[in-house]
Every structure is written in C-alpha cells, then in structure tokens.
C-alpha cells in the first residue's frame, strides 16, 4: 500500500492514519500529504505519542500563499482524543504554522478547545522549508523549539494541558483559499516514518471506491456533481412512487 486517498465527506483509517480529504503517499522520506488549504480535511495519527518530550520533522513543500486577508496555515495539534482541533474538545494544544513572505513564518501556540493564545513568534524561516519540531520540559518551564529556536512557553496549565493524562494525538491540517498545500512527516519522536524501496502503486481505501488519484481536480468535481444529481434524481423517483402508491390506495379505498 504506497499511494492512498481519501476523499469527499468520509474519514477513513489508513495503516496508523485516519484521513480525510487528503491525499497520502508512503515514500523513502516518510509520508507525503497532499491537500487542499481547506480547513475540512486532516489526518490524524491514531497512535498515541508521548508528550513529555515530543519531536517531529517535516517538510513544508508548498504553501497556499501569503495574502494577510486569508486565513492561511498549516497546522499541527496534540490532543487527547485522536481528533482535529476544530470543533472538537479534546484537551492539548495547537500550533499554527503561518506563511508571512518568502522569508518570514509566524508560529502561534494556542490552547484548546478555547483556542487561546499561549504565544507567537515570527521567525526568519521560509514557509517551503526543512522544520525540526520540538517540545520539552526543563527544570523550570516547557521550551518550543524550531530548528534550533527556543520559544519558552510561559503557561500555567501547560503541565496540566501537555501531560494531563499522559499521551496524546497528533493531527495536523490547512487552511487558506483551497490553493494545493504539500508537506512531507518525516519523523515523529526520533522514529523514522520512511520506507526504503517503495515503490509506486495505487490501494483504494474502501472496497469499491472509485480512486480519484488518477483524476484532475476539474474531473473530480464533475464525477462529484454527477454522483450528486444521480443522488438527487433517485430521491425524486422514490418521491413520486411513494405519491403514486398512496394515490392508488387512496382511491381504491
């Protein structure tokens, strides 16, 4: 199972990633996500992950723009359900990833579910760029890293947030004006998410789905209208059938 996709209003579980509206590849680097800056779809690692010292890498490789009048971001959460941020209670915290120019991002640490602002940096780090993430406890408070850049965390309910009931979730999403976005998980917690050897190949993640990775977008949408009218006019058939019964037994009646 090398290249899998998730799409339309279904969330699904892939190897240990539930997904929805995203594309996913498993490669040599790790897993590959495609996806567009749309704040409707995710993917979440259902394997639970340590917080007391937690690390990741990863690569941004493209992003949807910098207009400051669109809500743009990558994201990525640690929660204690294995859920996305939006609209769910699942206690952690969230950190979004905002492009600002071709040189400068914005990182924004927030609690959740109230969403509130813990801290914010901009950093003179390109939003297309090599990220290595960290976040860890010393003796006195928790220290934000990216690629070297400590952010001290200065929050009261931090331990109660972060450790809580001991592990959490990662999931990670976009958002912006629906332009693509692409990023690459190359690690979590020290362990490599690579493949050496793999190699191209289409798995459909549901028995009989029809698998959109070889469509457009254009043609994705229209097997979507398709798909949709065809819903609609069964609906009508079975309305007016219904009528008809019920007239029929009416009037024999």
């Not at 040599?28 to 993917?43: H, N, P, Q, T």
């Not at 394997?47 to 743009?72: L, T």
């Not at 699942?90 to 914005?106: D, N, W």
Request: glycine share 8%; aromatic share 12%; hydrophobic share 40%.
């Amino acid at each position: 199972m090398q290249l899998l996709f998730c799409w339309n209003v279904y969330a699904a579980n892939v190897d240990d990633w539930k997904v929805k509206d995203y594309k996913i590849k498993k490669t040599s680097e790790g897993i590959r996500v495609e996806a567009l800056s749309l704040a409707d779809g995710y993917i979440v690692y259902i394997k639970p992950v340590g917080v007391d010292s937690f690390s990741m890498e990863f690569s941004i490789r493209k992003v949807a723009g910098y207009n400051p009048n669109i809500d743009h971001w990558i994201n990525f959460s640690l929660l204690n359900k294995p859920e996305y941020f939006l609209g769910s209670d699942a206690q952690g915290f969230v950190v979004l990833i905002r492009p600002l120019s071709e040189s400068k991002t914005k990182f924004e640490f927030l609690s959740n579910p109230a969403l509130k602002m813990i801290v914010a940096k901009e950093l003179d780090i390109p939003p297309v760029a090599d990220l290595k993430i960290s976040l860890k406890k010393n003796e006195t408070e928790w220290i934000f890293s990216v690629n070297g850049v400590d952010i001290p965390i200065d929050y009261e309910d931090m331990d109660s947030f972060v450790l809580g009931d001991g592990n959490k979730y990662l999931s990670m999403c976009t958002s912006g004006n629906g332009d693509p976005v692409e990023f690459v998980i190359q690690s979590i917690n020290g362990e490599s998410l690579g493949e050496e050897g793999t190699t191209q190949g289409l798995t459909s993640i549901r028995q009989n789905e029809t698998n959109f990775s070889n469509f457009d977008q254009d043609q994705v949408k229209s097997i979507s209208r398709f798909g949709i009218y065809h819903f609609v006019l069964a609906g009508i058939v079975l309305s007016f059938g219904i009528s008809g019964i019920i007239l029929i037994t009416g009037k024999s009646k």
